[in-house]
């Protein structure tokens, strides 16, 4: 397979980094979500809210990678073609999850900031992005929460539009993102 894009299909690069961020988030969700069940102030659950600081930070890191391969490289042609109201849909569903894949993270750190607490990542500590403030802290708390359940209903939402191409439009979305790919 290519690494590159091309006009009928994703390349490896393309494709690693989308199912990569798939785990990210998914790992990320669970961390927060998985946490509530641990005892408040246990180790464990200080460890689950760490790796969700992380991993988040890590999607932050690597979206703008993912920009960056998407913009340099070739856009594969969707077989048969859909409508020009469906590519304005699917156009701003994509942006929307990058939207979300940079706003989550920033947030967090943002939230961490402002209650003036450490901002881990791997083994370093990053900057604080601005004073401690306990308004600010409790406004992006209160934005992460928001966008983080609307997040749930968009990557759905996304899923759902895959397999509604490939099932009922049977069009090739679908298999050109697939790491493998059945020979028509």
């Given at each position: 397979?290519?690494?590159?894009?091309?006009k009928?299909?994703?390349?490896?690069?393309?494709?690693f980094f989308?199912w990569?961020?798939?785990?990210?988030m998914?790992?990320?969700y669970?961390?927060?979500?998985?946490?509530?069940?641990?005892?408040?102030g246990?180790?464990?659950?200080?460890?689950?809210?760490?790796?969700?600081?992380?991993?988040?930070?890590?999607?932050?890191l690597?979206?703008?990678?993912?920009?960056?391969v998407?913009l340099?490289?070739?856009?594969?042609?969707?077989e048969?073609?859909?409508?020009?109201?469906?590519?304005?849909?699917?156009?701003?569903?994509?942006?929307?999850l990058?939207g979300?894949?940079?706003a989550l993270?920033l947030?967090?750190w943002?939230?961490?900031?402002a209650?003036?607490k450490?901002?881990?990542?791997?083994?370093?500590e990053l900057?604080?992005?601005?004073?401690?403030?306990?308004?600010?802290?409790?406004l992006?708390?209160?934005?992460?929460?928001?966008?983080?359940t609307?997040g749930?209903?968009?990557i759905?939402?996304h899923?759902?539009?895959?397999?509604h191409?490939?099932?009922?439009?049977?069009?090739?979305t679908?298999?050109?993102?697939?790491?493998?790919?059945?020979?028509?």
């Amino acid at each position: 397979m290519n690494w590159k894009n091309t006009k009928s299909r994703y390349g490896s690069l393309s494709i690693f980094f989308h199912w990569l961020m798939l785990l990210l988030m998914v790992a990320v969700y669970a961390a927060m979500e998985l946490k509530s069940f641990a005892a408040k102030g246990s180790a464990l659950r200080d460890s689950m809210a760490t790796w969700h600081f992380m991993l988040g930070l890590s999607i932050f890191l690597l979206v703008w990678l993912r920009v960056l391969v998407n913009l340099t490289g070739t856009r594969p042609i969707i077989e048969p073609p859909g409508s020009v109201w469906q590519e304005r849909i699917a156009l701003l569903g994509h942006l929307a999850l990058y939207g979300l894949m940079i706003a989550l993270p920033l947030l967090g750190w943002l939230i961490l900031s402002a209650k003036g607490k450490p901002v881990p990542f791997f083994g370093f500590e990053l900057p604080a992005l601005m004073g401690q403030s306990k308004p600010y802290a409790s406004l992006f708390k209160e934005a992460h929460e928001v966008i983080a359940t609307a997040g749930y209903f968009l990557i759905g939402l996304h899923a759902a539009a895959a397999l509604h191409h490939h099932y009922i439009k049977h069009d090739n979305t679908l298999t050109m993102m697939l790491p493998w790919r059945r020979r028509a």
